[in-house]
C-alpha cells in the first residue's frame, strides 16, 4: 500500500557524502541538484563530518521565494567526530533557525541507538524491532529540561501547522540501516498531506 510520502513530490538535495540519494530513495523522492520549487517538500540531507556545500545552500535559498516546506536530515551519526549538534549549528548558520523535536541518545559504545522526544520526552528505542517508546526516566529528563524548555516556547510561538506552511524547518537525525530517524520523517512528509 503506497504511503502518502510517495504520492508527494519530494526532493532531496545535499552533498553526496551525505547520502542524498539514500534518503532519496528510502522516501520515494528524487536526488535533485538544482531547486525550482516544483516539489512540494524539500529535504536537505547533512553529514555532520563534511559540512555543507555552496550548492546546497543556494538550492535552499532558492527555496525561500517559494515558501516551501524544508525539513534537515542528519546522516552518518555513526562515523566521525562531529555529530547531531555540530549539523545543527551549521543548519542554523547556512540555511535558517531550525528545531530539533528530537535528540540523539547513545548506547555504551557511542553509536546512536535512540531518540528523545522533547515534545513528550519519550523515548524511541531503535534497539528493538519494530521500536519501542518507553518512559524517560530522569536523568534524562534533567539532560534535556532546557532543550524541551526551548523546544516548546519556539512551538508556542510557530504552531503546529507552521512545518506545512514552510515556516518551521526541523532537523531530524536518521541512520538508514538502522531505521533510527525513519518513521520521524515519514510522519513529517504525512503532515503535508493533511
Known sequence: MPTHSQQLRISVYGHPSAQPESVADLLGATYNNDADGSEEVAIFVINPNTGVDEKTVSNW???DDFQTPRLIVVTNLESGEADFDDAVLLANRLFDQVVTPYLVLHDD????????????????????NPCTVIPSDPEHKTLVGEFVDEYKSHMAVM???SFAAGLLFPAIP?????????????HYLDEINH
Open 61 to 63: 535559498a532558492a527555496l
Open 109 to 128: 559504545s557511542g553509536s546512536p541507538c535512540a531518540l528523545i522526544s522533547l515534545e513528550t520526552e519519550e523515548i524511541i528505542d531503535y534497539t528493538t
Open 174 to 186: 536518521v541512520w538508514i540501516e538502522r531505521n533510527i530517524g525513519v518513521d520521524i520523517v515519514k
Open 159 to 161: 504552531g503546529n501547522e
